[in-house]
């Protein structure tokens, strides 16, 4: 078997990443060589791959599904949004710039044969590439500069499966719209639809997707069930929202439940360090963005951020910052992570307006004894050392430099981050999904907020539970599409007839 899809969406989150893991594991199964690509992306929530580049979290969870490692080759652009307007790109894994949303059309000419080089190269080594698709191709007002969608699959000649998230309702509508915005040549790109996140008896939905045939001339391929166990590895923004449990907690090992506040930053990134945790019976993992959430709270996590001076700004805007303070004075504990680390210090100086005006220096929380400066170079690793005496691996992505360092590191080697009573940090993204550590961890949060009876679990595998999560994607895809003619698309492209829907848009074209 051999060839490529991409898949795209009605909108953002519409379920994307999940159908092109649970393609790739599907194909995984059946012994095919396969690899995810995702021309242009944008998230803060990305990884530092083994070839030493950074890329969308997504594509590493995908490259996962696929049984490969991650590489930039699956990701060759990736915008980091830093404020509404600005965003830094990420091309083959190395930051190269800040782009305005008008100023970056100015560089998605060579931008394009960077992703259609990587994308032919990609393809000449896997019998299968799994394209995923970036918002929705009716965004027409950028299809002139468009990378990731409609512009990608006719530079790479490729058939088009369209996305479309029912729980947010109006799917039937968003899917024919999707079609009917496009010219002619795009529309003759879309092979059909899946529909994503249906709850109840799909039998109500029939009448619905027979009529959507009959005025695109386009299938349905299936239509995925509601899945509650999916919840690891969530990229898009629009998944880390506030007040609600993320993942569904297993009840306690002991006696009490340990709450965790994660502060959800209007610019945070990596999110999903959260995520090890929330994988533990008895501990619920909630993000909140109001003080009043603080004092019910037995630990606090500040995450990272990818604007960490103006995210810090919102934190004592809010009042957040006096709720944390209280919340140490209580001798419970703090976590920083990344950006939420470099916030416990005493002092944030940037030089070179890396992230705010050139000489800016701000004062921190001052629960630690840390200075940090940003370079214009963005470190970028995937260290290997020794906390509490238990090995563990991690990975950086942080313009900070440390100048002043807390007495007592978190990490005794290499000697990074600190361990100071109730409040603790890395710039390591990552420790938690080490099994050993995270043991260690939630016993030390446990006692110094009093838990005393909480019980920490001597058997959850984080590695075994993302396993799980692909492998029930895999599972949704093999039982509820109509997998033949999914790979009848990969193998030989869309349908030749498919008809243009009279109410297409003349679109120009670069």
């Not at 968003?174 to 092979?191: M, S």
């Not at 995520?275 to 501990?283: D, N």
């Not at 504990?333 to 210090?345: A, D, S, W």
Request: with cysteine.
């Amino acid at each position: 078997m051999s060839g490529a899809v991409l898949v795209a969406g009605t909108t953002s989150d519409a379920g994307k990443s999940a159908v092109v893991a649970g393609i790739c594991r599907w194909l995984v199964r059946r012994g095919v060589s396969v690899a995810p690509f995702k021309a242009q992306n944008m998230s803060n929530n990305s990884v530092v791959t083994p070839d030493g580049g950074e890329i969308g979290r997504a594509q590493a969870m995908q490259a996962h599904a696929c049984g490969i490692a991650p590489s930039v080759d699956l990701n060759p652009v990736l915008l980091k949004p830093g404020s509404d307007r600005t965003s830094q790109v990420v091309v083959r894994g190395r930051a190269d710039g800040q782009v305005s949303a008008l100023s970056y059309r100015t560089r998605t000419a060579a931008l394009a044969d960077v992703v259609a080089d990587t994308l032919t190269d990609l393809r000449s080594r896997y019998d299968v590439v799994v394209c995923e698709g970036a918002g929705s191709p009716a965004e027409i007002n950028l299809r002139a500069t468009d990378l990731a969608n409609m512009g990608l699959a006719q530079r790479a000649d490729l058939p088009v499966l369209v996305v479309g998230d029912i729980d947010r309702g109006g799917v039937l509508a968003h899917l024919y719209g999707t079609v009917a915005v496009l010219d002619p040549a795009d529309q003759a790109r879309i092979a059909g639809f899946v529909i994503n996140k249906f709850r109840g008896d799909p039998r109500l939905l029939d009448p619905g997707l027979d009529q959507l045939r009959a005025l695109t001339g386009r299938p349905t391929y299936g239509v995925l069930p509601w899945a509650d166990g999916l919840w690891l590895d969530a990229e898009d923004s629009l998944s880390a929202v506030a007040d609600g449990i993320l993942g569904r907690p297993g009840a306690p090992r002991g006696d009490q439940w340990l709450r965790v506040a994660v502060v959800r930053f209007p610019r945070i990134s990596n999110a999903t360090d959260a995520e090890a945790l929330a994988c533990e019976p008895g501990v619920a993992v909630r993000y909140v963005t109001e003080p009043s959430r603080i004092p019910d709270a037995d630990v606090v996590v500040l995450p990272g951020s990818k604007s960490t001076v103006s995210d810090l700004a919102w934190l004592r805007s809010h009042g957040l910052a006096d709720a944390i303070d209280a919340h140490v004075a209580a001798g419970r504990p703090v976590l920083g992570i990344c950006g939420g680390y470099q916030m416990l210090g005493r002092r944030i100086a940037d030089p070179y307006g890396v992230e705010a005006a050139p000489g800016t220096e701000v004062d921190g929380l001052g629960l630690l004894d840390l200075e940090v400066s940003f370079d214009v170079d963005k470190h970028l690793g995937t260290p290997t050392g020794t906390a509490w005496g238990v090995p563990v691996t991690g990975y950086e992505i942080h313009h900070g430099r440390v100048v002043r360092a807390p007495s007592t590191p978190l990490l005794g080697d290499p000697g990074e981050g600190a361990d100071a009573g109730p409040v603790l940090g890395s710039h390591w993204h990552g420790l938690a999904e080490n099994d050993a550590f995270r043991r260690l961890l939630l016993a030390r949060l446990a006692a110094l907020a009093g838990r005393e009876g909480f019980a920490v679990a001597d058997d959850t595998s984080f590695a075994a539970e993302r396993a799980r999560q692909l492998d029930l994607l895999g599972d949704l895809v093999e039982h509820h599409l109509d997998t033949s003619s999914l790979e009848q698309v990969i193998r030989h492209g869309a349908p030749r007839d498919l008809p243009v829907l009279a109410s297409g848009m003349a679109v120009s074209r670069p």
